[in-house]
């Protein structure tokens, strides 16, 4: 009897399995929602767009973008986080997933417990300009104005942004006072810029390149650890001066819950890849300013549990916070 009875079980299982590997090899069978924590129009949107409109071609269901936008990303991550673990739901992210736990107050989820990594794609460089009529030519100048104790303001789209966060850290890393102006959007931050209300501001290379290219704007170092491909002849801050391993981009991906079948999550994966390896697309990002720098699964999933801890640090030794909006 217990012996026919272990059969049964193992047959249950078995079936079970079986049931649960038809499912997963049949994804997707129904449209795929696409959520953006962000209004229409920016780069994570874009993003989306260019990657979702390819996957429904591939899949041959529809994948919806869905804005969400609110709280600097939180309340559309929040959405998705409780949304079930299927891979019908998914979420784009950029650095903002990493860093508002540690800024925000209240937020709900946690990018490395709530989540799992499917793809990064890509990341745009932050590039450190200055107003032409400020007198620095380098970005060594600029730091030993800084050093001298001169006051220095830079410019953000606001707090816990990449353009803030490279301010931050370069104060940090050279033990300066360098004063954060924040503002509510990338638009009237970089008016200031130009106007010379502010000294300097981090700002995307795709911008960066054309004000840089018109006059309007001098570049001083690109803030991550490769160069620019929209400014090839702008220095790293390692190469144009003695600050090591300085490395601040935007970076951008999927994820999905928390639970979502492996076997789901590896297929996207290696969807999105090949979907990046178009022509057609890898012309469409690099428009945006993006540079390829594909992650899969394992290591996107790391990438982000360190991102987040080491902004932690940086925002708890800064005492940098935001109210939830």
């Known amino acids: 009897m217990q012996k026919s009875m272990r059969s049964v079980v193992a047959a249950l299982l078995l079936g079970t399995a079986t049931v ?194 018109s006059g309007k704007l001098k570049a001083l170092a690109v803030a991550t650890n490769v160069r620019s491909s929209a400014l090839p002849s702008v220095p790293t801050v390692e190469e144009a001066s003695d600050i090591k391993d300085f490395d601040v981009r935007s970076w951008f991906g999927f994820v999905a819950p928390a639970q979502t079948p492996s076997p789901v999550v590896e297929q996207l994966a290696k969807d999105i890849e090949q979907i990046l390896t178009e022509k057609d697309v890898m012309e469409k990002l690099a428009g945006l300013g993006l540079q390829k720098d594909y992650m899969g699964p394992k290591a996107y999933q790391s990438y982000i549990s360190e991102e987040q801890a080491r902004w932690k640090k940086v925002v708890d030794d800064r005492g940098i916070s935001q109210k939830n909006q």
Do not use: C
């Open 20 to 213: 649960a590997s038809a499912a997963d090899t049949s994804y997707p069978n129904k449209p795929i929602t696409l959520v953006v924590a962000f209004s229409p129009g920016g780069v994570v949107d874009s993003i989306a767009r260019i990657v979702g409109e390819r996957l429904a071609s591939k899949y041959g269901q529809p994948v919806v973008v869905e804005n969400r936008s609110g709280a600097g990303g939180a309340i559309g991550t929040a959405q998705v986080a409780s949304s079930a673990a299927d891979g019908y739901t998914l979420l784009t992210v950029s650095t903002y997933f990493a860093v508002l736990p540690s800024v925000m107050k209240n937020v709900t989820w946690s990018p490395t417990k709530d989540f799992t990594a499917i793809a990064n794609v890509g990341m745009i460089p932050n590039v450190i300009v200055v107003n032409p009529k400020n007198p620095v030519n380098s970005f060594q100048e600029l730091l030993d104005k800084a050093k001298s104790g001169a006051p220095l303001t830079y410019s953000s789209p606001g707090v816990g942004t990449s353009n803030h966060l490279t301010g931050e850290l370069l104060s940090q890393l050279t033990k300066t006072d360098m004063v954060h102006v924040p503002y509510k959007g990338q638009s009237d931050a970089l008016s200031d810029l130009l106007a010379g209300r502010v000294d300097m501001m981090a700002l995307t290379s795709a911008l960066a390149g054309q004000y840089v290219k």
